[in-house]
């Protein structure tokens, strides 16, 4: 059964901003991740399996998992910098 | 940090998958630099392409079995996360460097070579993001988002979906 989907307040007023497009992509996405959020193909885990983090386009999308309560949070969406050498 | 996932990186596996990848990619850069044969070039597009997305099979079926505890590989330490991240960017930036050639010379308006330059750019791109992915887990910035949203979650105060998707 897919997770419930809640956006925590910043990424609810961070969407609000985005062209029709991206907003749609960004829906697609976390869709995607709310019925299978373990499939690699949609986010990559952070830290255990319950943070994890999805991209679309420039977008960086942090996503929060309650297993027991099934819910998805989006809690954060933030336009991500560029990758840089480790030194 | 907690990645289970990143006990790929530095494997034996790893290192053939993304050398060859480097390796086929480099050979497809000299034959652009080259002006070689368009059947040449699309060969060499796609086995770039070829060997990028089997990379990719070979870390999501990684991070698959480590979510799940299947994992065999051991710990790996920061070090060998960094030396995967610089790898990393040199491919994304030989891929990234293709693109470029490939617009320079025109080669983007060949309709032999479309395919194979559509799909370089999308695997270059997920190159990128999993170079940023191992450079999140290194500097979990994060932490501060996922808490604040927890603590919004537990007082009530997230938007459910549909009240974002109108």
Known sequence: ??????????????????????KRRVHEKVANVAADYLDPKNSYPLEGSEKRSARVGKYRILLLIFKDKNVLIV????????????? | M???????????????????????????????????????????????????????????????????????????????IEKGINDLINLYEILDSIHQHCVRYRLNNISRLAAGFGGLRRNADKVEELAIWLQDSLNP??????????????????????????
């Open chain 1, 75 to 87: 809690a954060e969406i933030a336009s991500r910098g560029q990758i840089y050498r480790e030194t």
């Open chain 2, 2 to 80: 907690a990645l289970a996932a990143t006990t790929f990186i530095g494997t034996d596996t790893w290192n053939a998958e993304l050398y060859g990848s480097l390796s086929v990619s480099s050979r497809l850069k000299a034959a652009i630099a080259n002006q070689s044969a368009q059947f040449k070039i699309a060969a060499f597009f796609w086995k770039t392409n070829r060997s990028l997305e089997s990379f990719f099979d070979k870390i999501e079926t990684a991070v698959r079995n480590a979510e799940n505890g299947k994992s065999k590989n051991g710990p790996v330490n920061r070090a060998n």
């Open chain 2, 141 to 166: 910035d994060f932490k501060d988002a996922f808490a604040t949203a927890q603590a919004e979650f537990e007082n009530g105060e997230t938007v459910p979906a549909s009240e974002v998707c109108r």
């Open chain 1, 1 to 22: 059964m897919p997770l419930e989907i809640r956006y925590s307040k910043q990424s609810a007023s961070y969407l609000k901003n985005l062209d029709a497009p991206t």
